[in-house]
């Protein structure tokens, strides 16, 4: 995400993140430590708030039901990875609002790098890469490959390189790269899946996640930022059209993002915010049948 002509780069050590930029200069490139691996530069939490949160992992993990044999049961992953308030807010009421569009057999989590106003006193468990792991294992040791669908929505800030940035100010930073999405995913066997990603040059994801079981849609092109991250806000652009007003009131997942992307351009119009987001989707034919079922049956 990005607010016009504003960049925002985050450090902690010797690890910076590029969250993201409006400008086309060129940023100097920085080194992999994790050699292309899904990891993260972090301090460990004081140890009542530790063991708090590994609290909060354990109890939303065992609060994931298994399957129901013989119908179509959904898994939504929602995750905030930027400490900024209206990632938090978008990812919970992104939960909120896809478990009411699926219906009884749907499912939630949600994740995210938000502290509250009483850090010690979290509401859901932290978006950290191993938590990420974890829910994506969790769900895939639940599931039925082959009956199952899992829906994943991330928000934060974005990278040039394509990659979601990971950052609780002082204390975590990372980057989860599609390639990272992709593998724990296949990893875990989550097969039937839509990858909702809300943050600047989100359109990276699509190329290295799209197959026929897959529908991914992104708040922007691969070389776009998106708009409306202010703290502020209840929602960035993207959420607010897709999820607060698009299947709010009634869109399916695909004809829904067809029509936020509409208002999210008559937006960039009016405010003359450019050049505009241009959000991306590729909807792989199985995922949109699966889809469609799952939707007929609210």
């Known amino acids: 995400m990005a607010d016009r002509h504003h960049w925002a780069r985050a450090a902690m050590g010797g690890l910076a993140l590029l969250a993201c930029t409006l400008t086309a200069s060129a940023q100097p490139a920085q080194r992999d430590i994790f050699n292309g691996q899904f990891g993260a530069m972090e301090i460990a939490l004081p140890p009542r708030e530790a063991a708090a949160q590994a609290d909060l992992m354990r ?19 929602s995750a905030a990875f930027w ?10 009421h992104a939960a909120e609002i896809l478990e009411e569009h699926f219906g009884a057999n749907a ?3 949600v994740l995210t790098l938000g502290a509250g106003a009483n850090p010690g006193e979290r509401r859901y468990p932290m978006a950290s890469p191993n938590n990420l792991q974890a ?17 994943l929505f991330l928000t934060s800030h974005g990278s040039q390189d394509g990659s979601v940035s990971v950052l609780q100010q002082n204390r975590l930073a990372s980057s989860l790269r599609p390639a990272h999405l992709r593998d724990a995913l296949s990893n875990a066997g989550i097969r039937n899946r839509v990858v909702i990603v809300s943050a600047c040059f989100s359109g990276a994801f699509i190329a ?13 092109a691969p070389d ?17 059209a897709y999820f607060n ?11 829904g993002f067809d029509q936020a992307t509409a208002l999210i351009s008559r937006w960039e119009r009016e405010q003359n915010l450019t050049p505009p987001s241009n959000p991306q989707k590729y909807v792989g034919a199985n995922a949109a049948a699966m889809v469609t079922r799952a939707e007929r049956r609210r």
């Open 224 to 240: 776009r930022t998106s708009f409306g991250c202010q703290p502020s806000r209840e929602w960035t652009y993207f959420g607010d």
């Open 59 to 77: 109890d939303a993990l065992a609060a994931l039901p298994p399957q129901t044999p013989g119908q179509m049961d959904i898994y939504i992953l």
């Open 245 to 255: 007003t698009a299947l709010r009131n009634g869109a399916g997942i695909v004809a």
């Open 135 to 151: 829910t994506i294992g969790k769900i895939g040791s639940l599931i039925d490959p082959a009956e199952d669908l899992v829906v």
């Open 107 to 109: 499912h939630s989590i």
């Open 83 to 92: 400490g900024e308030p209206v990632f938090e807010r978008e990812a919970s």
């Open 208 to 220: 290295p996640l799209m197959d026929a079981n897959t529908i991914v849609l992104t708040a922007a």
